[in-house]
Antibody
Framework: QVTLRESGPALVKPTQTLTLTCTFSGFSLTTRGVCVGWVRQPPGKALEWLAHIDWDGDKFYSTSLKTRLTISKDTSEKQVVLRMTNMDPVDTATYYC?????????????????????WGQGTMVTVAS | QSALTQPASVSGSPGQSITISCTGTTNDVGSYNLVSWYQQHPDKAPKLVIYEVTKRPSGISNRFSGSKSGNTASLTISGLQAEDEADYYCCSFAGGSTFVEYVFGPGTKVTVL
């Protein structure tokens, strides 16, 4: 069974750095085409992709937030960590980690998928003083 | 502000079919068959219901179908059921040869009358 679970602080102060950990099981982050990423959702608003890291350790960031984000992985521990600096009240949101399948193979053929196929339950982060 | 456009709400009676549109540009929806759709019930995590424009993950009802024409992708739910009442988000790959980007739509609230 594939699962992901987010953990981190529920409350951070403005200007602080947020550190979130995604612990996953049921799949390997060394399998070609498999990535783990982060998506956030402010209360009552839309989803927003933040970053992801792929099976090769390559890292990808949202253009609008890339100066504030750092993503890393510990494959042996099956964890992916996201750091977001200089937190602001507008960053108040539920933060989800998700498995992203970018490529897959079926019957000897390779396909691109680029879909967020399994999600964690999310963790609510409030930024306030 | 989302790069993709969706109607704020769509409603239908049980058994009817509804369609949700997702309009992008030639930089995203129009250039890639990498549109996915997510169902989100209140206070729950999103759930993938369609990927690669038309494909359904294992376990997703065949009442859900996807299509695309030009810069607009669509999700159709046929035989509408009470359990389909939720928010639906489209997502498209919007990167290029040298960068990766994913964009989500603003979401559509589906109400079963």
């Amino acid at each position: 069974q594939v699962t992901l679970r987010e953990s981190g602080p529920a409350l951070v102060k403005p200007t602080q750095t947020l550190t979130l950990t995604c612990t996953f099981s049921g799949f390997s982050l060394t399998t070609r085409g498999v990535c783990v990423g982060w998506v956030r959702q402010p209360p009552g608003k839309a989803l927003e992709w933040l970053a992801h890291i792929d099976w090769d350790g390559d890292k990808f960031y949202s253009t609008s937030l890339k100066t504030r984000l750092t993503i890393s992985k510990d494959t042996s521990e099956k964890q992916v960590v996201l750091r977001m600096t200089n937190m602001d009240p507008v960053d108040t949101a539920t933060y989800y980690c998700a498995r992203i399948t970018t490529y897959y193979e079926t019957s000897g053929r390779h396909y691109r998928a680029d879909s967020f196929d399994i999600w964690g339950q999310g963790t609510m982060v409030t930024v306030a003083s | 502000q989302s790069a993709l456009t969706q109607p704020a709400s769509v409603s239908g009676s049980p058994g009817q079919s509804i369609t949700i549109s997702c309009t992008g540009t030639t930089n995203d929806v129009g250039s890639y068959n990498l549109v996915s759709w997510y169902q989100q019930h209140p206070d729950k995590a999103p759930k993938l219901v369609i990927y690669e424009v038309t494909k359904r993950p294992s376990g997703i009802s065949n009442r859900f179908s996807g299509s695309k024409s030009g810069n607009t992708a669509s999700l159709t739910i046929s035989g509408l059921q009470a359990e389909d009442e939720a928010d639906y988000y489209c997502c498209s790959f919007a990167g290029g040869s040298t960068f990766v980007e994913y964009v989500f739509g603003p979401g559509t609230k589906v109400t079963v009358l």
